[in-house]
């Protein structure tokens, strides 16, 4: 409690003096919020948007002291640093968590020394939700079901009732993996001609996503779809398909699904080579930013904020959306 009111006052003092606005300068003594922010990796453009949005938001000029670390897709990196801030007594903890499991020793460790912990993308499966004050990233398996039912109409039109399907799954254990994971084992159990001929473990890269396409292509290359985790390993398994002679997209035999919305995506569905590019925000850093004050000036939270999401298709991208795309 008594770091909350000094860290309540601290964030008034700042508002008073500088408006708190991001890019405005600090008076020198303010005292920072001071952030341990333990980052899962850098395995692929959304996460760099997602880095680049947290420091920007929880900036000096915004109030805050922040202390990053990457954990290079670890869990055990991620443990470190969590226990880590725990030593240095920072105020908050954020976490994106690389896997849903494996938390609940070290947040007890964390509600233990009185640092709240905020969970940003992914989701957090913890026998105590109480070790954890909010939690603000996508609605997985949402993505997921537009995804499903988005092929559902497309299939419908062609009047193409057996699909055989590629699917490219992202790190094992992830929210994203597992959710959208679901939503298309579901579909497939509720359409007799959709089926999964293989799965593969891209780990959300455009390396693993190249190999294990490639690898696969190799046994088999009778596919109608590829739906894939993420937009990096869909660049990387575009790759594969082009060097095995296969076709995709609009004008190719292969339709091509693929999650996330990165620029480089949009750019490729407008040109026609990807059929589907189902949204994922990674533009979280405000939204933290928004939690860790309402908290600190103790307005009541949500304990989990879904980002509202959309698609894109060739037909409803232009341009002008593409321009404006921030990541
Ligand atoms: O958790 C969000 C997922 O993680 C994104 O889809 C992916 O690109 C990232 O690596």
Not at 177 to 203: C, D, P, V, Y
Request: with cysteine.
């Amino acid at each position: 409690m008594k770091r909350m009111i000094s860290l309540l006052c601290a964030v008034l003092l700042i508002a008073a003096l500088t408006g708190c606005s991001c890019g405005e300068a600090p008076t020198p003594n303010d005292k920072k919020i001071v952030v341990g922010f333990s980052q899962l990796g850098n395995e692929s453009d959304w996460r760099a948007a997602n880095t680049t949005s947290m420091i920007n938001a929880l900036c000096e000029e915004n109030g805050y002291e922040l202390i990053f670390d990457n954990a290079m897709q670890k869990q055990e990196n991620q443990l470190a640093a969590i226990r880590n801030f725990i030593l240095q007594g920072v105020d908050i903890i954020v976490l994106a968590p690389v896997s849903e499991t494996g938390w609940d020793n070290v947040l007890t460790e964390a509600k233990a020394a009185n640092i709240p912990v905020i969970i940003v993308d992914r989701e957090v499966a913890v026998e105590d939700s109480s070790l954890y004050l909010s939690g603000v990233g996508s609605d997985f398996y949402a993505e997921g079901k537009i995804a499903v039912g988005w092929l559902e109409k497309k299939l419908a039109e062609t009047s193409r009732k057996k699909v055989n399907i590629l699917h490219i799954k992202g790190s094992e254990g992830a929210t994203a993996q597992i959710m959208r994971t679901k939503a298309l084992e579901e579909a497939a159990a509720e359409h007799s001609g959709w089926n999964i001929k293989a799965q593969l473990w891209g780990e959300y890269t455009e390396a693993k996503g190249y190999e294990v396409v490639r690898d696969q292509l190799k046994i088999d290359k009778d596919i109608d779809v590829i739906y894939s985790e993420n937009d990096n390993m869909t660049f990387g398994a575009m790759r594969a398909l082009d060097e095995a002679g296969l076709t995709y997209g609009k004008d190719g035999d292969i339709i091509i699904i693929s999650f996330d919305a990165v620029h480089q995506a949009l750019e490729y569905c407008y040109e026609g080579k990807i059929d589907l590019c189902v949204e994922c925000n990674p533009l979280h850093g405000p939204r933290v930013d928004e939690i860790i004050k309402k908290y600190l000036s103790g307005v009541e939270i949500p304990k989990q904020t879904y980002v509202e999401e959309t698609y894109f298709t060739q037909k409803t991208l232009t341009p002008g959306i593409i321009g404006l795309r921030e990541y």
